[in-house]
T-cell receptor
Framework: NAGVTQTPKFQVLKTGQSMTLQCAQD?????MYWYRQDPGMGLRLIYY???????DKGEVPNGYNVSRLNKREFSLRLESAAPSQTSVYFC????????????FGSGTRLTVV | GEDVEQSLFLSVREGDSSVINCTYT??????LYWYKQEPGAGLQLLTY?????DMKQDQRLTVLLNKKDKHLSLRIADTQTGDSAIYFC??????????FGAGTTVTVRA
């Protein structure tokens, strides 16, 4: 049981380059999320998808786009990377039961130089 | 409001109890959660409490909820070196959104 799988695990980009972070879940969850984690700031929501076919902005959406490709997959795209986007990115998913909370992937550590 | 606050650091001696505190602002939160993050890993759900409960115990973990003061705590009994991690408090904002605190780094010393 893989849960939530993120790729890649590590990435170094030059300023201005683009890339897509991939996320897939095999738990038949309706909702998926992208967070970034920065020291001392906890987790900040970038975008989320409450159900297949819908996406919404979170707290810090600027510089990012997302695609909910199907129920399993939710990708995050950086069109023109900036050093301020250096962070650890986490994908998460959740089902219909609140007591299960979120299931997180293991993260992508992104450095923009 | 969606602010969740927790202290940033806690140092505890092996075998002692750890208490991690959290305050939240949304009185309509249905669930409150504690997550654990070990180095280089994602967040793992440790435990949760439903908003109509005052206390929940799960082996070494005890969660206390004071709804009047919007205060949540996590007590870890007999703290072990494997408990060294970052602990995040989170509240449910609606059916599918959570708001997380900044995390408390717990260091267990011998």
């Amino acid at each position: 049981n893989a849960g939530v799988t993120q790729t890649p695990k590590f990435q170094v980009l030059k300023t201005g380059q683009s890339m897509t972070l991939q996320c897939a879940q095999d738990m038949n969850h309706n909702s998926m999320y992208w967070y970034r984690q920065d020291p001392g700031m906890g987790l900040r929501l970038i975008y989320y998808s409450a159900s297949e076919g819908t996406t919404d902005k979170g707290e810090v959406p600027n510089g990012y786009n997302v695609s909910r490709l199907n129920k399993r997959e939710f990708s995050l795209r950086l069109e023109s990377a900036a050093p301020s986007q250096t962070s650890v990115y986490f994908c998460a998913s959740s089902g219909d039961r609140g007591d299960y909370g979120y299931t997180f992937g293991s993260g992508t550590r992104l450095t923009v130089v | 409001g969606e602010d969740v606050e927790q202290s940033l650091f806690l140092s505890v001696r092996e075998g002692d109890s750890s208490v991690i505190n959290c305050t939240y602002t949304d009185s309509s939160s249905t669930y409150l959660y504690w997550y654990k993050q070990e180095p280089g890993a994602g967040l793992q759900l440790l435990t949760y409490i439903f908003s109509n409960m005052d206390m929940k115990q799960d082996q070494r973990l005890t969660v206390l909820l004071n709804k009047k003061d919007k205060h949540l705590s996590l007590r870890i009994a007999d703290t072990q070196t494997g408990d060294s991690a970052i602990y995040f408090c989170a509240e449910s904002i609606n059916d599918y959104k959570l708001s997380f605190g900044a995390g408390t780094t717990v260091t267990v010393r011998a």
